[in-house]
């Protein structure tokens, strides 16, 4: 059973900065094997691709909008994966969620959701103008 905790969500004011962090268990599973992704889902809005990494770090790919804002890295000694978000806008408000790449050891950091397995239960950003 593979399980991501996704916290660090909360209410903030435009131009704050929010830190997400993901957790993951597992009795088998090993997130320093996976690529993991970060999604974001507004109300009324198709699930969209923020940010990813690399199984080793050593890898990243951000969506445009988060370009320049957000840094995504992880600690494969804690199996936890982070999102620095920083001059946050009222259009970041969404449900934030983490995922896994459904292949270990993948090459490319990949961006459509399908492609992603073991999704958390996703944490709230809602940011005020």
């Known amino acids: 059973q593979v399980q991501l905790v996704e916290s660090g969500g909360g209410l903030v004011q435009a131009g704050g900065s929010l830190r997400l962090s993901c957790a993951a268990s597992g009795r088998t599973f090993s997130a320093s094997r996976y690529n993991m992704g970060w999604f974001r889902q507004a109300p009324g809005k198709e699930r969209e691709f923020i940010a990813g990494?690399?199984?080793?770090?050593?890898?990243?790919n951000y969506a445009d909008s988060a370009k320049g804002r957000f840094t995504i890295s992880r600690d494969n000694a804690k199996n936890t994966v982070y999102l620095q978000m920083n001059s946050l806008k009222p259009e970041d408000t969404a449900v934030y969620s983490c995922?896994?790449?459904?292949?270990?050891?993948?090459?490319?950091?990949?961006?459509?959701?399908?492609?992603?397995?073991?999704w958390g239960q996703g944490t709230q950003v809602t940011v005020s103008s």
């Open positions: 995922a896994a790449d459904r292949l270990p050891f993948a090459t490319v950091v990949r961006t459509q959701p399908i492609e992603y397995d073991f």
């Open positions: 990494i690399s199984w080793d770090g050593g890898r990243t």
